[in-house]
């Protein structure tokens, strides 16, 4: 009956943020919809929710410390007044980043409210990462966009030196023979290294347990996705330049994004699977170990006695 009651009061809340927090909502589907670079904030609420309903068999603890989820709904509604009155004298984009991250944190609140602190630490993945909902203001997201064109350039010069192919670049321009080659906003690769990093995320929560590992990999999906796009722009202007100039314009320029996507996740699993291995191999030994500091490494020296 408890139980039930506390889902209904996670219901009401909920509702209650739908209400509150409905202009930022639909800001931020309409980012998600028309800007390529925010189109990973659709995947966000769907994958939390399954990865809540993949551990449901889990026991919620007894409610224990609830009045902290009011002090964090209080918060919310606090931040959310905040930006919609426009007190910070905040740019659109900002408001709309505090707006979305107080409405993550009432929801965070909510839970702890009807289920206790104790409940935040079971689900704390799958609740962390709605923070991911949040767009990034204009400023950052340029900087990060920035940070991906330099560094797919620099990527790129690599290969094609690798490869003997002469290469002179300056920033994002690329030049080779025959092909001047521009790294623009728009090929800087935001949306695929968003989807490689929420993907990465996903991977790491699901099959690693040490956080030193999801760390690893996490961090390791940032040169990753540089890397990819790098390998994108190299292998169009190879196949424009060696083989037909189509493909500076065709469907592997304009929509090819999934497949050095797929690329990306492949090397992310073959990382994952390295640590995985890693990760066994350090389990193991302790385990050796621990029976060493018991005297049972050796269980014919055991001996048996009624004390």
Same mark, same amino acid.
């Given at each position: 009956m408890r139980a039930r009651a506390s889902y209904v009061q996670l219901?009401? !809340? #909920?509702?209650t943020s739908v209400v509150v927090w409905w202009r930022p909502m639909a800001s931020a589907l309409q980012l998600a919809l028309n800007n390529d670079a925010y189109s990973h904030l659709l995947l966000v609420i769907p994958i939390s929710l399954t990865l809540i309903y993949y551990e449901k068999d889990a026991v919620l603890p007894a409610?224990? &410390? &609830?009045?902290?989820? #009011?002090?964090l709904v209080g918060v919310a509604l606090l931040l959310r007044g905040l930006s919609g009155l426009q007190l910070l004298h905040l740019s659109s984009s900002s408001a709309l980043t505090l707006s979305m991250g107080a409405l993550v944190i009432f929801w965070i609140g909510s #839970?702890?409210?009807?289920?206790?602190?104790?409940?935040l630490g079971r689900f704390l993945f799958p609740l962390c990462f709605l923070f991911l909902i949040v767009p990034l203001p204009d400023r950052a997201l340029n900087g990060v966009t920035e940070f991906l064109q330099q560094r797919s350039s620099l990527g790129a010069d690599i290969l094609f030196r690798a490869v003997g192919v002469p290469v002179v670049r300056d920033g994002v321009l690329l030049s080779i023979p025959g092909l001047d080659i521009e790294v623009a906003k728009e090929c800087s690769s935001v949306r695929s290294s968003a989807m490689l990093i929420v993907i990465t995320l996903v991977l790491a929560h699901l099959f690693l347990h040490t956080w030193t590992r999801k760390l690893l990999l996490v961090v390791a999906a940032i040169?990753? /996705? =540089? /890397? &990819?796009? /790098?390998?994108?722009?190299f292998t169009i202007a190879e196949l424009g330049t060696r083989v037909d100039r189509g493909f500076l314009?065709?469907?592997?320029?304009?929509?090819?994004?999934?497949?050095? !996507?797929?690329?990306?996740?492949?090397?992310? =699993?073959?990382l994952l699977w390295a640590l995985r291995k890693s990760e066994g191999q350090s389990v193991a030994k302790k385990s050796g170990e621990d029976? #060493?500091? !018991?005297? =049972? /490494?050796n269980p014919a020296e055991r001996v048996r006695v009624q004390l």
């Open positions: 219901g009401v !809340l #909920a509702g409610p224990f &410390k &609830k009045y902290w989820g #009011a002090i #839970a702890v409210s009807c289920f206790g602190i104790r409940m040169p990753l /996705a =540089v /890397a &990819k796009n /790098a390998v994108r722009i314009h065709g469907k592997l320029h304009h929509h090819g994004g999934v497949v050095f !996507l797929g690329i990306g996740v492949l090397e992310v =699993v073959v029976q #060493a500091q !018991l005297g =049972v /490494a």
